[in-house]
């Protein structure tokens, strides 16, 4: 008689083909998708490159970079209004870097959860900062600069870039491939910010470095030379 107690009536019982078993490794997401989500991304963040070329206003970026920007002035000997205008050209080639790198070279996804992560906080910065002066409703509802005066509220710039940092941190993703080597895409951004053309202003012909145009808002009339004006938050 076997005993109750005799491992041998008590072997596992083999896997099913047919099912997973426990603790087995998700395969990774098809290359269509891991496509679909570079395209993504390059075009959420190469798009708003193109909005701030297209403005060329560096009182549109984002509140917390203009206090970055606005400190480093007030504590050196910088000249205001190019350092004001280069820091936009730097933006603007950083962003086109970042847009190319992830959508053609190996290292798309550490540069993608990097620069959105870095998004995430600069939004919760600036919502943070608009709702302490200007209250809740003011945080969600204000633009941040980042698509220029007419992008989107700052709380759904912050559901896309979190929705594509989730992405990004949390699906296992095949490798991404390489097409072009990463100097590349760092050369041709900062050729760009570099070489892009100054907009001519319109208004006051002897003295182009004051004329005004709409907040991120949508409401005040702002004068757009760097070195003079005050950027709205929020």
């Not at 190469?46 to 917390?64: D, I, Q």
């Not at 940092?165 to 993703?173: D, K, P, T, Y």
Request: a neutral charge.
């Amino acid at each position: 008689m076997t005993s109750p107690t005799d491992p041998s009536t008590h072997a596992p019982t083999p896997a099913s083909n047919s099912g997973n078993p426990a603790g087995a490794v998700r395969p990774p997401v098809s290359g269509t998708v891991l496509t679909a989500l570079q395209v993504l991304a390059a075009g959420w963040i190469g798009y708003g490159a193109f909005m701030k070329a297209w403005e060329f206003n560096p009182l549109l970026l984002p509140p917390p970079i203009m206090a970055v920007l606005k400190w480093i002035v007030s504590n050196t000997s910088v000249d205001a209004g190019a350092f004001f205008e280069w820091s936009l050209r730097v933006v603007i080639g950083a962003e086109v870097f970042i847009a190319l790198a992830i959508l053609l070279t190996s290292w798309g996804r550490r540069i993608a959860i990097a620069t959105l992560g870095l998004f995430c906080a600069i939004l919760v910065v600036a919502m943070v900062q608009a709702g302490m002066k200007d209250g809740v409703a003011a945080a969600l509802k204000g633009s941040c600069g980042c698509f220029g005066k007419s992008g989107l509220p700052a709380s759904a710039m912050f559901a896309i870039d979190a929705a594509l940092l989730s992405c990004f941190c949390f699906l296992r993703l095949p490798a991404f491939p390489r097409r072009v080597p990463i100097w590349l895409p760092m050369v041709l951004g900062l050729a760009l910010g570099v070489a892009l053309p100054k907009p001519t202003v319109e208004g006051d012909s002897s003295n182009p470095d004051t004329h005004t145009a709409t907040d991120p808002q949508g409401t005040t009339p702002t004068n757009t030379n760097p070195a003079t004006a005050t950027a709205v938050s929020g």
